[in-house]
């Protein structure tokens, strides 16, 4: 390792919609932005099969296809994409310091898009079974499952959501719940309660994930009897919420209760002038692709500008 760090303008921490995006705006900028990939690159895209709901894709593309493409066209106006993680940065100095598994670098600016990962239930059968049935996200896969019987697991308003989402394409929602009442707000609780297509299964836990190509069907518990049984269920939709990557920062940057980074309202720059967040590490509410791009875009062009007050 050189004594001397390689010294950016721009730093790039995520390999998701938005990292690849804010790495498009700030090389188009000619700001020669560096992006780390980081452990999963392209984040949830390279665990979603078909992505249709992205536009400019009339015949819908898979995750990693799309990441592909991502990564091409921020790499074909100069972005340097760098196959490794970032295990710490100290933005008490200036320049920032950004320490990966390899190489440590400095930056003016630094662009966070690490982005969140699912909670899944912590059972093999349900690993295994990832985008065979089983999905995280009721926006991004209901569509697929039209005219079949779900489950949901949670109680909270993400469960509530993805159960009442999924009420448009289901046959029947069965919401899986380890209580016997809901923790979602009164109102949402309400809705679901009173939504006729969605059935309570109170006290109840998933013991097994059924099926080998694809999800059949839920083994499931009953908590307070112990008793067991098993249900035919066509997809499996996870509803207890997400953990955003941003473990690494410690607490330099404010956060929300959950681990979601906080940002000026309506704009991408957090706290300490040169640092931007976008994408699902500061989004719990959208979740989406074109969303977190979008606000990749926001956080590039809010860098390039504050770079150039900082030359002015």
């Known amino acids: 390792m050189s004594d001397t760090p390689e010294h950016r303008k721009v730093v790039i921490i995520g390999s998701g919609p938005a990292g690849y995006t804010a790495g498009l705006y700030t090389s188009r900028a000619l700001l020669e932005p560096l992006l780390f990939l980081g452990p999963t690159v392209g984040g949830q895209l390279t665990i979603t099969t078909d992505v249709e709901n992205y536009p400019g894709f009339a015949d819908g593309v898979t995750g990693p296809e799309m990441v592909d493409i991502f990564r091409k066209q921020a790499e074909r106006f100069g972005t340097t994409c760098l196959a490794d993680t970032v295990e710490s940065v100290d933005l008490s100095v200036r320049p920032f310091v950004v320490k990966a598994e390899t190489t440590t670098v400095t930056c003016d600016t630094l662009i966070i898009a690490t982005g969140a990962d699912a909670k899944y239930l912590d059972l093999d059968s349900v690993h295994r079974l990832k985008n065979k049935g089983v999905s ?24 509530v959501e993805e159960a009442t989402f999924l009420t448009r394409f289901a046959t029947e929602v069965v919401l899986i719940h ?35 190509e694809k999800l059949t069907g839920l083994r499931l518990k009953n908590l307070k009897t112990g008793e067991e049984r098993e249900e035919e269920f ?17 607490d330099q940057l404010a956060k929300d209760e959950a681990g979601y980074l906080l940002t000026k309202p309506g704009w991408t720059a957090t706290e300490i002038p040169g640092v931007f967040a976008c994408g699902d590490a500061a989004d719990s509410y959208y979740r989406q692709a074109v969303t977190a791009a979008g606000t990749g875009c926001a956080a590039a062009i809010e860098a390039e500008r504050w770079l150039e007050e900082q030359a002015g």
């Open 136 to 159: 995280a996200c009721a926006t991004c896969d209901g569509f697929f499952f039209r005219d079949q019987r779900l489950a949901v697991v949670g109680g909270g308003d993400s469960a």
């Open 234 to 250: 066509g997809g499996l939709f996870m509803g207890i919420g997400h953990v955003p990557n941003t473990a690494f920062l410690g």
């Open 178 to 212: 380890r209580r016997d009442e809901l923790r979602a707000s009164k109102i949402m609780a309400k809705r679901a309660l009173e939504n006729e297509k969605i059935t309570m299964a109170w006290d109840t836990t998933v013991s097994e994930a059924l099926g080998d």
